[in-house]
Structures are given as C-alpha cells and as structure tokens.
C-alpha cells in the first residue's frame, strides 16, 4: 500500500514543508513557514533564435531569484519517511503561486502565498492517517526593482500564518505574523543568498502550543549555458518554545524546458534531516513542477 501511493504520488508531484512542534509528547508536527527555492523574473531579449535563448537563460538565471517579477506557479511536492516509531511516510504537495505588483517606479510587492495539501500515515499504533490542507503561510516582499550598485538585490516585509488546516494534526491551529526577509546576489552563473522569516502566533485555539519559529534558508545555486541548475540549500526551523532545530539538507537538480512554447522547469532532490525533533523524519525526495507566465 505504501509503495502504490508513493508511486500516485510521484506521478502527482512534490513539496516542501519545515517542521517544528509535536502533536503529543515526543511526535513530530509540522509547520511550514517559507520557501524560497523558486521564483522568477522579467525577461529581455530580441526576436528570432537568438532572442529566445537570450530570452530562456534570463528566466533560468531568475528563476533562482525569489523576488524576481514573473507571475509563476511552483507545485512542491516532498515525500518525507522515517517519521515516528511506526516509521511512517508523509507527503505534502506545497502550491505556491507567486504574484509581483508594481507598486511604484522603481519597488515592486512580490506576494508568495503556500498552501500546503498533506497525507499523513499512522505515526504510531492507534494513530490512524491524516489528509487535508495544512495550514497557509503568506509572505510580502517589497523590493527595489533594480539590484543595488553592488548587485545585491533584496526585499523586506510581513509574513503571515492563516491555520487553515482541515485536522488538528496538519497543522498549528494559530493565526500568525512576523517579519520576513531575503538577501541575494547573481553572478557568473552563482545564486547565492539567504531567506528568512520569524513568526508568532497572537491567536487560535487556545488548546494547541504556541507558535515562535525562525525559518532560515541559506541557499547556493548554479545554473548551466543548458538551462540545468544544481542547487543545494537548508530550509531550517528553530522552535523557541521547545529550544529545538529542525535542519533538513536539500540538494537539487532543475531543467527548463518549453512545452507547447511555454516555459516549464522540473526539479528532482533529495533531503536529509541533520537535526530533527524526536519522532521527525529521516530523510526525504522532492519533485517540483514550476509554471512560468512572461509578461
């Protein structure tokens, strides 16, 4: 039975989450509070086959760029085992649009929202599955639309928690906010740079745990003359509350490609958990589907 749904699921596609919290004492709960492995741009170039390649390695380069100026819709989708004592699996297909707004000459509001659709095996005897939405993570760049004289490019603002889980276990059951923030830089090919985030729940449910989580993302991409970018990056949580760090290693291979004269990109990974909670996962896989719409 595992292995036919983890195969549906690959034929699906695959997301990201971060985790910190337990359910009950010792379990694993997760919390997605921001990505940024994916985001895009604006792109240039004349006609003819030479603008199209101008044109194709521009959004490949901007695609590792979270606040870039495209409108795109990444599809996120993780599989992630060895969680609990009944070593269970989880999958969770993140669906994260990512929507630019002009809102002056010279800054842009990129808002990236991500609604998280999670299974969740038994963790434990007596525990039973779990499926349904897990709770909304929204977050609002602003960001000048021009790198600085040093080429660093960079946006601020809020983000926020929506618990928009249909089960208890899927998610934190807060309503949330905090700051957020990403600093990166472009060059000969290299991506590198940071995403950050703080968030604190203020209401909810007043029977579930508080939420006070740092989010870190430190990441590295290079991105080829073929369109192929290898990427590696941690997605890390450290939960005031419980004084604990949840420290996945994501490494990453992506392509973009035109299907139908649209551009597409596709992303395989691989992830392993160097600090957990107890009863987290082990490791995991990734499968991403990004869809990309120029203007």
């Known amino acids: 039975m595992k292995t036919r749904f983890v195969l549906l699921a690959l034929a699906c596609g695959f997301a990201a989450t971060t985790a910190s919290g337990a359910d009950d004492p010792g379990l694993y709960r997760p919390l997605t509070l921001a990505l940024a492995d994916v985001g895009s741009a604006d792109t240039g170039g004349g006609g003819g086959a030479l603008g199209e390649k101008t044109d194709t390695a521009e959004l490949a380069k901007k695609l590792s760029n979270p606040v870039a100026n495209l409108i795109s819709v990444p599809i996120q989708n993780n599989w992630d085992f060895g969680i609990g004592s009944a070593n269970a699996m989880r999958y969770t297909a993140n669906i994260q649009p990512v929507v630019p707004l002009s809102i002056a000459e010279d800054w842009n509001v990129i808002i990236r929202t991500i609604l998280p659709v999670i299974y969740q095996e038994s963790r434990f005897a007596g525990d039973g599955s779990h499926s349904g939405l897990g709770d909304t993570v929204q977050s609002f760049f602003f960001s000048p639309k021009q790198p600085t004289s040093g080429g ?33 830089k472009q060059e000969h090919g290299w991506t590198y740079g940071l995403l950050a985030n703080h968030i604190w729940s203020y209401a909810g449910q007043g029977d579930t745990p508080d939420v006070n989580a740092t ?33 996945p290693l994501n490494a990453s291979i992506s392509q973009l490609l035109k299907i139908g004269g649209r551009p597409v990109q596709f992303q395989i990974g691989y992830r392993y958990y160097a600090e957990r909670p107890n009863g987290g996962p082990d490791w995991g896989l990734r499968f991403a589907v990004t869809f990309l719409f120029p203007k």
């Open 152 to 184: 660093w490019i960079w946006g601020v603002g809020p983000v926020a928690l929506w618990p928009t889980s249909t089960d208890d276990v899927l998610g934190t059951g807060k309503v949330g906010a905090g700051p957020t923030g990403v600093l990166l």
């Open 215 to 247: 989010f870190l993302q430190p990441f590295v991409t290079f991105t080829t003359k073929t369109y192929t970018t290898f990427g590696l990056n941690t997605e890390s949580t450290y939960d005031w509350d419980q004084n604990q760090w949840t420290v």
